[in-house]
């Protein structure tokens, strides 16, 4: 009778200590969570502050003035507005690179 207690115990213990440890694992993955949403709390407020910054800017007199300027192509009272045609415009040219052999680049890297 004493063996047969003995073991139940041991299964008992087996099962307490079991349901422990899955216990502490899940707390383990999220605390993990909750320093992930932290970050991410973080990002967040920095984002949401550089929002504000740029809100209080486009608010001012000075940047309504500038974009009605830059995009609108309006001008002040007594100026006056010059457009300048597309094609006067030089347009960057692309510098087309010679595509050499990978055996060859091999070879320039290393000096041979």
């Known amino acids: 009778m004493k063996k047969i207690l003995f073991f139940v115990g041991i299964a008992v213990g087996i099962v307490i200590i079991n349901g422990l440890v899955r216990s502490i694992y899940d707390l383990w993955k999220k605390q993990d969570l909750v320093v992930s949403a932290k970050r991410e709390l973080e990002k967040e407020k920095k984002e949401n502050e550089k929002l504000k910054r740029q809100l209080v800017l486009v ?9 009605a300027r830059n995009k609108l192509f309006m001008v002040k009272p007594g100026e006056e507005g010059v457009i300048v045609p597309q094609d006067l415009i030089k347009k960057k040219e692309k510098k087309e690179v010679a ?3 990978n055996w060859q680049q091999w070879v320039n890297l290393f000096g041979f």
């Open 99 to 101: 595509k050499l052999p």
């Open 59 to 67: 608010g001012t007199e000075e940047f309504i003035e500038s974009e």
